[in-house]
C-alpha cells in the first residue's frame, strides 16, 4: 500500500512540474501577444538590427539569431 502512494505523489509531483513548466512563460506575461521592447541602444531595449556577412559571404542578420546567446565582438583595424 505504500508504495502505491508513494507512486502517486511521484506521479502528482511530475504533473504539478509539467504544469508549472507550461504555464510558467504565461505567467510572467511572455505571452505570444506580448509586443516587443522599443528598438534602441539603452538596458531593456531590444537590440537595432545589424546587418552583415558571415566568412562564406553570406548575408545574416541580427534577428535571424533571435531567441538564442550572441557574442557581438566590434573591433577595429586603425
Not at 9 to 22: F, P, Q
Amino acid at each position: 500500500m505504500r508504495s502505491v502512494r508513494s507512486r502517486f505523489h511521484a506521479v502528482a509531483m511530475l504533473a504539478a512540474m509539467i504544469a508549472l513548466t507550461l504555464a510558467l512563460p504565461l505567467l510572467l506575461g511572455a505571452g505570444p501577444d506580448e509586443q516587443a521592447p522599443p528598438t534602441g541602444l539603452e538596458v531593456g531595449q531590444a537590440a537595432p538590427e545589424i546587418v552583415g556577412k558571415d566568412i562564406n559571404g553570406k548575408a545574416m542578420k541580427l534577428s535571424d539569431f533571435r531567441g538564442k546567446v550572441v557574442l557581438l565582438d566590434f573591433f577595429g583595424d586603425w
